[in-house]
């Protein structure tokens, strides 16, 4: 292992760009998008799914929209979505260069811009600002489309008990791969897991969070109780009333701390602060370092996001304690 890992006990990873490819991901917030706008006409989910590059280039702008939104701390993809949304609607268009000027200009922390952005949408539309809010009409109607288009029918169903709204969509979450070579992925959690905790904060639901690691033969290489996912935010979230999705912390110190540890204490700091010392972070994304590093741990960043080695630069400018290519690189 690399020398630098001697320093910590517990070793926390991001999913998408980190372990798992984001590019289905992607695609489902591109088709989601196009979808919720209704400029394809009569909705056709195999033609769409087949056209999706073409698709994903127009909705966000060669994927740039993407970048911006992610460097300003957007992590859950029904948040990619749901944001691209917000602006359209703002700006009345759909035209991808227009949207991304706009992205351009929001704070650097997402979690300070959507409540003014629902009241602007619902300024501009006359529709509700309560429609527009995360968490909403708007947002929990795009999250479930965005579900149909990665499930697919028979798992929808399975996950949430009930028919999808729009039936006929194949489902992405077929086509998972690592982002690093599997050999690679294997080896590198079988030689951590000898000395580490290893844990998971992911913006996925926990049976896309569970699917892939299972599949690849790979899950009992985590602490069961470090295995954070979207459903714990979501339960947190109706419980505080908080926006709790990263950049908080709150996904990071629930899976250190165990997703059996009471949500009120993490959030009045009432923890061991002493084991974030010993607590690495593992992320490709600009809300996970500025999670990281507000809970005061230390990140390693790794260029496999949708800036690749781009990102350098800007993970350098947010100190990142370590850059790597990837996370194969941790051997």
């Known amino acids: 292992m690399k020398s630098f890992l001697d320093k910590y006990n517990t070793v926390i990873f991001d999913m998408d760009g980190v372990i798992t490819s984001e590019q289905n991901y992607w695609n489902c917030a591109?088709?989601?998008?196009?979808e919720t706008l209704g400029t394809q006409g009569k909705l056709d989910p195999a033609a769409m799914t087949e056209n999706v590059k073409a698709i994903r280039s127009a909705v966000f702008a060669d994927d740039r929209l993407i970048s911006e939104l992610k460097s300003r701390g957007v992590n859950s993809n029904w948040d990619l979505g749901y944001i691209t949304v917000i602006i359209a609607q703002i700006l009345g268009t759909e035209d991808s260069?227009?949207?991304?000027e706009f992205a351009e200009s929001l704070s650097a922390n997402?979690?300070?811009?959507?409540?003014?952005?629902a009241a602007e949408a619902a300024e501009k539309t006359g529709k509700p600002e309560s429609y527009y809010i995360r968490n909403g009409e708007l947002w929990t109607a795009m999250r479930d489309c965005f579900q149909e288009w990665f499930l697919g029918d028979e798992l929808f169903e399975l996950q949430y008990g009930r028919k999808p709204?729009?039936?006929?969509?194949?489902?992405?979450?077929?086509?998972?791969?690592?982002?690093?070579?599997?050999d690679d992925l294997k080896l590198l959690l079988e030689e951590l897991s000898r000395t580490k905790r290893l844990c998971v904060g992911t913006g996925r639901p926990?049976?896309?969070m569970r699917k892939p690691l299972e599949q690849w033969g790979v899950i009992d290489r985590f602490?069961?109780?470090?295995l954070c996912n979207y459903?714990?935010?979501?339960?947190?979230?109706?419980?505080?009333?908080?926006?709790?999705?990263?950049?908080?912390p709150y996904m990071f110190l629930k899976a250190l701390y165990g997703i059996d540890y009471d949500n009120g204490k993490l959030l009045r700091g009432e923890y061991e602060k002493n084991q974030i010392e010993k607590t690495l972070i593992v992320g490709d994304a600009g809300a996970d370092i500025l999670a990281a590093h507000e809970m005061g741990?230390?990140?390693?960043?790794?260029?496999?996001?949708?800036q690749g080695k781009a990102a350098r630069g800007f993970f350098e400018e947010l100190g990142a304690e370590y850059i790597l290519d990837s996370a194969a690189e941790l051997l």
């Open 165 to 182: 709204h729009t039936p006929g969509k194949p489902g992405l979450v077929y086509g998972e791969m690592p982002i690093i070579p599997m």
């Open 231 to 248: 459903d714990h935010v979501m339960e947190a979230e109706a419980e505080t009333g908080e926006h709790l999705t990263k950049p908080h």
């Open 223 to 226: 602490a069961e109780n470090g």
């Open 206 to 208: 926990a049976l896309e």
């Open 97 to 100: 260069s227009a949207m991304l």
């Open 110 to 117: 997402i979690l300070d811009e959507y409540d003014r952005l």
């Open 30 to 34: 591109a088709l989601t998008v196009r």
């Open 297 to 306: 741990a230390d990140f390693c960043a790794v260029l496999t996001g949708v």
